[in-house]
């Protein structure tokens, strides 16, 4: 059988499709365009197929085991903020067309439906609190709803023949797709390039960190509804750190931030067997991602 990955060639839907592919199985890609010729590492194959509620998505869901959504509808470069002058149209293809994708899969008799959600369903929560799956959730944004309103959905929608778990995840890094940039590109040619940096400091995870916690899930036969996927604590100025000891950059490096932050618990899934990278993985893969940037 085959698993089915909506946005699959987006920052973070790449990653689970390559996971996919190195664990040997079939891939079915839906997006608006095909990926180009060389995206992923070997062949997938390819539906036609957006975040419009109103499609038929019975044929991209055929010969379907597990179906994975990680496609969002966002103003390019954000995903905070990015119903741009539009909320109406944004909640109606994210929240909408997600229900339907999710309805559709539970017709086809998908046994597995996977949500890629967000930490920012938790919103405005007390100062350092943890924040665990039982954390009352306060969206602060639309964002932040959509994706609460689509989990709830989904969960709705689960019975013992169709199951939906909802993975909610945190700042995703790690090497962009071909033609794409990494989520710190502009970060890095701002210090490399002398401008001033504001401090701040935000949970993290590789790429591949959340495709590994995609495959667990697909495979544990009981999971529960809501899972974190966050790994570490990222300072600016560790992160620059960094960039300033592989380039010998003399600028200066921002202040620490003295910030309070809301850590994710993630202990559901590492008893599941999830073990991120951490620092160590983080630290590999700095000078990858600098390749290319200025100096």
């Not at 997600?98 to 938790?122: C, D, G, N, Q």
């Amino acid at each position: 059988m085959t698993v089915l990955v909506s946005g699959g060639t987006g920052y973070v839907g790449r990653f689970i499709v390559e996971a996919l592919l190195i664990s040997a199985r079939k891939v079915r890609v839906m997006g608006r365009t095909p990926p180009a010729s060389g995206f992923f590492s070997a062949p997938v194959e390819f539906v036609e197929g957006s975040l419009d509620p109103a499609r038929d998505r019975s044929a991209a869901f055929a010969d379907i085991r597990h179906f994975i959504h990680a496609a969002f509808d966002h103003a390019p470069g954000q995903y905070r903020g990015g119903e741009g002058d539009d909320p109406a149209t944004f909640r109606r293809r994210n929240f909408d067309g997600s229900v339907a994708l999710f309805e559709a899969a539970k017709r086809a008799r998908v046994k597995r439906a996977i949500f890629l959600s967000s930490r920012a369903v938790y919103g405005v929560q007390p100062s350092g609190a943890m924040l665990t799956e039982d954390t009352e959730p306060h969206p602060d944004t639309l964002y932040g709803d959509v994706k609460l309103e689509a989990e709830r959905a989904l969960a709705a929608l689960s019975d013992d023949h169709f199951s939906g778990v909802s993975l909610r995840g945190t700042g995703v890094y790690g090497p962009a797709g071909r033609g794409q940039q990494h989520k710190w590109a502009e970060l890095f040619r701002d210090y490399l390039e002398g401008r001033t940096i504001a401090p701040r400091r935000a949970t993290e995870v590789h790429g591949g960190d959340v495709a590994a916690a995609v495959l667990l899930v697909l495979d544990v036969p009981a999971v529960p509804p809501v899972l974190n996927v966050s790994d570490i604590v990222v300072d600016r100025r560790d992160l620059l750190a960094l960039v300033q000891e592989i380039t010998g950059c003399p600028h200066p490096l921002p202040q620490a931030s003295s910030e309070p932050l809301n850590e994710m618990t993630t202990g559901r899934l590492r008893a599941m067997g999830w073990r991120p990278g951490g620092m160590d993985l983080l630290r590999r893969s700095v000078p990858a991602l600098l390749e290319g940037a200025p100096v």
